[in-house]
């Protein structure tokens, strides 16, 4: 272990924090872990890492934590990070959801993987965090033939500024490289190309960095209040938007209280509210695609009805070429995931695949019309998703970058 | 000479389990995936797989299985390691003290994770608690490190009072947090420091033979169990050298119970696993403030380290112990009442609060812990309560939601697009799709007229949308395929799985039908409860007449474990429908394989190596079992052929409402760990069907009817086709991998061979 790096920054306890937020799929996971190793194996530090728990679905949110230390430090916390100094986002269809930006605050450093990166911009006021960046992780992926997380990881190391290219084709060397050979010179290209198109879209004239640097040094962290943050004073400082989201969250991001406490809930976790899923979106589940319907080609087989796992199709009585039957009047696209069976279904080409960034408008968009009355409030998905097991096939499921 | 080298790892708790497992050179390993602790059986068949270990794995039906494995091996003086977790530990209880009772050592892990009902995956501790009475030493660790150290431990400690041990650590917290850890870099010295198994009653001395598992009564069996209280003490006097020798080595040193300035410390929290490093911050953040504050845990739960922890409460004042789990009804956690007890025993004074905390793995920060200091320092604090609960918000009460839905009652199902008419007096060919179903003309057979495809979606869907299954799921998909034939009301049991999961995430529910869900051992045995219940108070007119279709959704999963209940179930007769959904392999938990996985394919515990090809054995043929119970109606469906699986449905229904048991199969996508494309499913799910690896037929009252034969219809394909379809079976294509998919291949012909012979016999 020839290299002993000095953290930039560390909170009270002497730590570098990092929070991933994902979506299952995009290999945040194997990300996390390549950066847990990297502190240790190649930057002379100590590290922690783990992901969000539960049960393993794709397209549901994930957020994966890192912890960085001195080498002699223990790091001794088992909580989710709060107060993260780097704030990565996988997907920027995530910012839909305001408690991913929850913690954080002046010190923090933003990465966010979009298309377009401007037209997030307005997302985050100005002032509230110490710098945001972009890149088109998605694109960068699919042109070297690596994969989102890897791209991202080089992004990562740019921005914290304390890793350097190689340390990073060592670690992917001996993770990727191991599990999957083949792919190791597109992985490497994939995290040269982050590192060097992250870009950042405003900078914060705040503190000055080396400021910090010379102030955060882990032996003085503890006795050094004054750049030192602490939860409180983060809370002070981030914007009206997380403001929201701290309502609803008891203790951590990670935890949301229930609207059901132990005065209001029925008794032995019984669920009255029947079909109450209703009021989940599930378009965050999407990767880019959904399926277009086009009713003068349709037939009414209803064979989409039988395919979709999610009951988008809503079928009504109605006459079609002067008999009597069920007719497809139109999708449920808060419920559809983009899974694109009824696509491939589909004997007369009445269901296409679109790109969504295409369609900001859905036409013949049909709420589900069982319903009663219209949710308040659709929320969007993301319970129930996160990672329990190394599957074998976590970190080669989407190919080529694809997403 | 040994050197005791070490190396450095970056890992979680299962992975220095594992690493601890494969290193030792145990024999034998009998388990059952359970999560969290999963992992542990997922990497050492990775290990396996690569040839670094030969350990033999036994991946039972379920735990109790798992455990009855583990004893034989134990018996037959194999090195013996289980690993598992909350409801799987409890349905392998009643093995425990059979194995400490008769005195075979082995090790186990337990992931600590909560037990269920509701069910929950993430951790406390209120599994282990249930261990407490079992006879087996219990060692908690509270870091991955401790886990790895703690399992050489366990195994030399248990070889020499000739007791199993449990080795304990906190469920994800520990078991999948990565963290810098140590571990000896050589196996041999790993295996040195165990030392040599020494058997004193070898079991196949075949000129000694012994008797293992007497029936005893008074006065022995009083003696008996005095042995085993002497074994515990005898932990208490060799433990403590096993420590010290340990940490010679490593220069990691154990004790009884371990603290965090707890010299001096006036309040004392005690906090078992993970919670006592994070508690450790608090207390240096408190110290900072001049509080004296110190925290303690326990690395060792059986035997009690009473002494131990008798010394180092002597002088705390106010000592608060937060337990992560309770003894309902009882005077706080199991933890608490045992410190009490020891505080009572040997005089400490201080005043002691307890309180539960970080049930269903509830995240324990920084901030909980300073507000436990000052509660353990409050006089007025009631002095047992719950940490962390809330009260809820009366305006999000239960009563004031307004319901999304209309109930679905009979009028909104009966749309009589599916009907079953009942004998049919004249031979009828019936064509669908250009596929042929063979003649029904077996006296007594029901017919369905309908089934078609636009008229079923006039059919309310019972799941609403909204739920969590992955893009392109098979679940739900042949959920409504079953549902939209049956125009009677129905009622719902899922046993534990994925569609479980996805569709019940509280406070939300897919269902808007009557719902239950049981544990996946028993779901069919609770159906049969639930229906006969039904069918008595219709009986006496407490609830109205008018058929329910009672229908129990399961996974291939669920039919492994559950697969006793099932069988049994059907054997009773009771009128209900057993549907399973078939993805070949235990997907919620992140695939591993199941009884149904095709042989070949990969999983998490079925992995490709230079000494592995994957599954090793045959799909199990769930339908044939069922048919052989008896059961009116057994069918096998495909969301291929859509009317075919209609109609069957339908069928099935009529059955279960009005003569016994219906059981019906559908093969159901995994575009997850199948590894394919969400979009191909139907295609991979057809190309299935054409090979013969998942027949359509049905054995109606004992008589086998071929739904389709893809033979004749010269759409037959070879299975490895289909197998190339999938990421999990691709592998197979290659050269080395022939001879399995030449076996699978035959076993697939044959099966189909003896179905069309079924067919072509009523008497077969």
């Known amino acids: ?403 | 000479m040994q050197e005791y080298k070490q190396t450095i790892e970056f890992a979680n708790g299962n992975e220095m389990a594992s690493m601890a497992i494969k290193q030792i050179g145990y024999d034998l390993m009998g388990y059952y995936p359970i999560t969290p602790s999963t992992q542990i059986a997922e990497n050492l068949d990775l290990m396996k797989a690569e040839g670094k270990t030969d350990l033999i794995m036994i991946a039972a039906e379920g735990e109790h299985s798992a455990a009855g494995i583990c004893y034989g091996a134990a018996v037959a003086g194999g090195r013996v390691i289980n690993a598992t977790s909350a409801n799987g530990l409890l349905y392998a209880l009643e093995q425990f003290p059979v194995q400490s009772g008769t005195r075979y050592p082995m090790v186990m892990n337990v992931a600590c994770r909560t037990v269920s009902g509701p069910l929950s995956i993430k951790g406390d501790h209120s599994d282990i608690m249930y261990m407490l009475n079992a006879g087996w030493p219990i060692l908690f660790a509270h870091s991955p490190q401790q886990v790895y150290d703690f399992n050489l431990v366990a195994l030399k400690l248990a070889e020499t009072v000739r007791l199993p041990v449990v080795v304990a650590y906190d469920g994800f917290f520990t078991s999948h947090q990565k963290r810098r850890c140590m571990r000896f870099q050589h196996d041999e010295d790993v295996r040195h420091f165990i030392g040599e198994k020494n058997e004193p009653y070898p079991f196949f001395d075949m000129e000694h033979p012994i008797t293992v598992g007497s029936y005893m009564n008074e006065p022995d069996l009083i003696n008996n169990r005095y042995q085993l209280h002497l074994a515990m003490e005898e932990v208490k006097n060799v433990l403590p050298n096993i420590f010290r020798e340990y940490g010679i080595l490593c220069g990691r040193s154990y004790e009884w119970s371990e603290g965090y300035c707890h010299e001096d410390a006036k309040i004392l929290l005690v906090l078992l696993g993970s919670s006592f490093d994070t508690a450790t911050v608090a207390v240096d953040r408190l110290r900072k403030q001049g509080k004296k504050v110190g925290v303690l845990t326990l690395n060792v739960l059986r035997p009690f380290p009473e002494e131990a922890l008798a010394k180092m409460l002597q002088l705390a004042s106010h000592i608060l112990i937060a337990d992560r789990q309770d003894s309902y009804g009882g005077i706080g956690g199991n933890l608490s009442m045992e410190i009490r007890a020891v505080m009572q025993k040997y005089g400490c004074a201080g005043k002691v609060k307890n309180l539960v905390y970080g049930l269903g793995g509830k995240d324990f920060y920084v901030e909980d812990a300073i507000a436990m200091f000052e509660l353990a320092e409050q006089e007025n604090a009631i002095n047992s309560y719950y940490y962390g609960v809330e009260r809820g918000d009366s305006k999000q009460a239960v009563s004031e939601q307004e319901r999304f839905f209309a109930p679905l009652l009979a009028e909104q199902t009966r749309i009589s697009a599916t009907v079953v008419k009942e004998e049919p007096t004249e031979k009828e060919q019936i064509s669908e799709n250009s596929q042929i179903t063979r003649a029904v003309d077996l006296q007594g057979n029901k017919q369905v007229i309908g089934g078609q495809i636009n008229q079923t979606t006039a059919m309310p869907k019972r799941l609403a949308p909204g739920h969590g299954a992955c893009p392109g799921c098979g679940i739900p998909v042949n959920v409504n395929m079953l549902l939209r034939a049956i125009e009677e009301p129905v009622v719902l049991l899922f046993q534990t799985g994925c569609g479980m999961i996805v569709t019940t995430p509280y406070p939300k529910t897919s269902f808007k039908v009557p719902y239950v869900h049981n544990l996946f051992q028993n779901g069919a045995a609770t159906l049969s409860g639930l229906a006969e219940i039904c069918y008595r108070k219709q009986e006496k007119g407490e609830i109205p007449q008018g058929d329910i279709v009672f229908i129990m959704v399961s996974g291939d999963g669920g039919m492994d474990i559950g697969m006793g209940s099932a069988l049994s179930t059907a054997m009773r007769g009771h009128r209900l429908l057993l549907f399973e959904y078939d993805n070949g392999g235990y997907m919620n938990t992140g695939y591993q394989y199941s009884y149904s996985t095709p042989k070949g394919a990969v999983s998490a515990t079925s992995h490709v190596g230079k000494c592995q090809y994957g599954k090793q054995q045959f799909h199990k043929d769930m339908p044939q079992l069922m048919a052989a119970t008896g059961i009116p109606y057994v069918a096998t469906v495909a969301e291929s052929n859509p009317v075919d699986f209609i109609k069957k449905a339908a069928k099935a229904a009529d059955y279960a409402k009005k003569e016994g048991c219906a059981y019906v199969k559908a093969i159901s996508a995994c575009p997850l760990n199948w590894n394919d494309t969400p979009d191909k499913e139907r295609q991979v799910i057809e190309a299935a069907v054409n090979c013969c690896y998942f027949p359509l037929y049905e054995v109606e009252r004992g008589i086998t009817i071929l739904s389709y034969n893809p033979q004749k219809n010269g759409k037959k394909i070879p299975v490895l086709d289909w197998l190339s379809m999938m990421g999990r079976t691709k592998h197979l294509v290659k050269d080395e991998y022939k001879m399995v998919v030449e076996s699978l291949q035959e076993e697939v012909d044959r099966r189909f061979q003896r179905l069309l012979a079924k067919s072509e016999s009523p008497y077969l």
């Open chain 1, 1 to 403: 272990m020839e290299k002993k790096v000095i953290l930039p920054i560390t909170d009270e306890n002497g730590y570098y924090q990092i929070r991933l937020e994902s979506i299952g799929g995009l290999g945040a996971n194997l990300c996390g872990k390549m950066l847990g190793e990297l502190g240790i194996k190649y930057l002379g530090l100590n590290s922690a890492s783990f992901s969000s728990y539960g049960s393993e679905k794709t397209g549901t949110p994930v957020k994966g934590f890192i912890r960085y230390s001195s080498a002699d430090l223990d790091i001794k916390l088992h909580s989710p990070i709060k107060t993260p100094h780097l704030l990565v986002v996988f997907h920027d269809a995530l910012l839909s959801d305001t408690s991913v930006l929850k913690g954080c605050g002046r010190d923090t450093d933003i990465i966010v993987n979009s298309v377009n990166g401007k037209d997030r911009q307005e997302l985050f006021g100005e002032q509230n965090y110490h710098c945001v960046y972009f890149l088109d992780a998605q694109k960068i992926a699919i042109e070297t033939k690596s994969r989102i997380n890897v791209v991202m990881l080089g992004a990562i190391a740019k921005v914290m500024g304390f890793v350097e290219l190689e340390d990073l084709y060592a670690i992917c060397k001996d993770t990727l490289g191991r599990k999957y050979p083949a792919s190791l010179s597109q992985n490497m290209e994939g995290i040269r190309r982050g590192y060097e198109e992250v870009t950042s879209s405003y900078e914060i004239a705040q503190k000055n960095r080396t400021d910090k640097t010379a102030n955060a040094r882990i032996d003085e962290t503890a006795d050094n209040k004054t750049n030192v943050r602490t939860d409180e004073k983060t809370d002070e400082r981030i914007n009206k938007r997380t403001d929201e989201a701290v309502e609803k969250v008891s203790c951590g991001n990670c935890q949301p209280s229930s609207p059901w406490g132990y005065e209001t809930a029925p008794i032995g976790g019984i669920n009255p509210c029947f079909g109450n899923s209703v009021e989940n979106d599930l378009s965050p589940s999407r990767q880019g695609y959904f399926p277009i319907f086009i009713p003068e080609k349709c037939i009414n087989c209803g064979l989409c009805d039988t395919t979709c796992p999610d009951m988008v199709f809503q079928f009504q009585k109605g006459e079609f070429k002067g008999r009597e039957m069920m007719l497809n009047k139109g999708l449920d696209y808060y419920h559809c995931k983009g899974c694109l069976r009824c696509v491939s279904v589909c004997p007369v080409g009445a269901l296409v695949r679109g790109v969504e960034a295409e369609h900001p408008r859905k036409k013949y968009f049909m709420p589900n019309q069982e319903l009663l009355r219209t949710p308040d409030n659709y929320e969007k998905a993301g319970y129930d998703g996160y990672i329990t097991s190394e599957a074998f096939l976590t970190e080669q499921r989407i190919k080529g970058g694809e997403v």
